[in-house]
Nanobody, 120 residues
Framework: QVQLVESGGGLVQAGGSLRLSCAASGRTFSTYAMGWFRQAPGKEREFVALISWSGGSTVYADSVKGRFTISRDNAKNTVYLQMNSLKPEDTAVYYC?????????????WGQGTQVTVSS
């Protein structure tokens, strides 16, 4: 069983920055690929970014490329999402997720989400 807890969400003005964190339980975090997803009101959940178990590979959605950066600290069992140049359309609940047997691309465990609101 893996528990994921997101933090760092909040209200920010357009153009501002936030850093989300996702703390994971378990001793094998360093073997997981980790992803960030988001869901805006009335919309389906969408992929934001992923990072390989080593941190050596990252993938971003086109909508956030160049503005968001995913990173991880395996010693702290934590994955981060640095969000810069935020836009109102980035408003959503952000979720982290773990692919415990990468690189399936199937996420077994999900956090509860953290709200990000970007005002114009």
């Amino acid at each position: 069983q893996v528990q994921l807890v997101e933090s760092g969400g909040g209200l920010v003005q357009a153009g501002g920055s936030l850093r989300l964190s996702c703390a994971a339980s378990g001793r094998t975090f360093s073997t997981y690929a980790m992803g960030w997803f988001r869901q805006a009101p009335g919309k389906e959940r969408e992929f934001v970014a992923l990072i390989s178990w080593s941190g050596g590979s990252t993938v971003y959605a086109d909508s956030v490329k160049g503005r968001f950066t995913i990173s991880r600290d395996n010693a702290k069992n934590t994955v981060y999402l640095q969000m810069n140049s935020l836009k109102p359309e980035d408003t959503a609940v952000y979720y982290c997720a773990a692919d415990t047997v990468p690189p399936r691309g199937v996420y077994d465990y999900w956090g509860q989400g953290t709200q990000v609101t970007v005002s114009s």
